[in-house]
């Protein structure tokens, strides 16, 4: 029976490389990315001659109200079972933490905490 793993943030950095470790170890991979997509698709693409296994895309903004919510509800109105989760999608800002603003830590209390969380 063919597994198949949910991957947020699957495209680029330690996301394309749990993407690509579970694609070789024989999942269905599915790579979720937000503003990543051109490296979501050529990652896509790789994977398919990595396992044939049929591994999806899906573009959203996690950040954004539903987003999450309605994310597995879609990938199972189209026949996709999860039976892994990687919560790996986050912000990756670099910056001196007197300059972090109330909606910097609202953006990544929503991506580390909440998002996981109703995943």
């Not at 296994?53 to 539903?66: F, K, R, S, T």
Request: glycine share 6%; proline share 5%; net charge neutral.
């Amino acid at each position: 029976m063919l597994k198949t793993v949910l991957v947020t943030g699957g495209a680029v950095r330690i996301g394309r490389e749990i993407s690509r470790a579970f694609a070789t170890a024989g999942y269905r991979v599915v790579i979720h990315c937000h503003a990543s997509l051109e490296p979501a698709r050529k990652l896509l693409r790789e994977l398919e001659k990595v396992h044939p296994a049929g591994h999806l895309l899906v573009q959203a903004d996690l950040l954004q109200p539903g987003a999450s919510e309605h994310l597995l509800p879609i990938l199972e109105a189209e026949g996709v079972r999860l039976n892994c989760l990687v919560n790996n999608a986050s912000q990756y800002r670099r910056m001196p933490l007197v300059e972090a603003t109330e909606a910097d830590f609202d953006q990544d209390y929503g991506i580390n905490f909440r998002i996981p969380f109703q995943l």
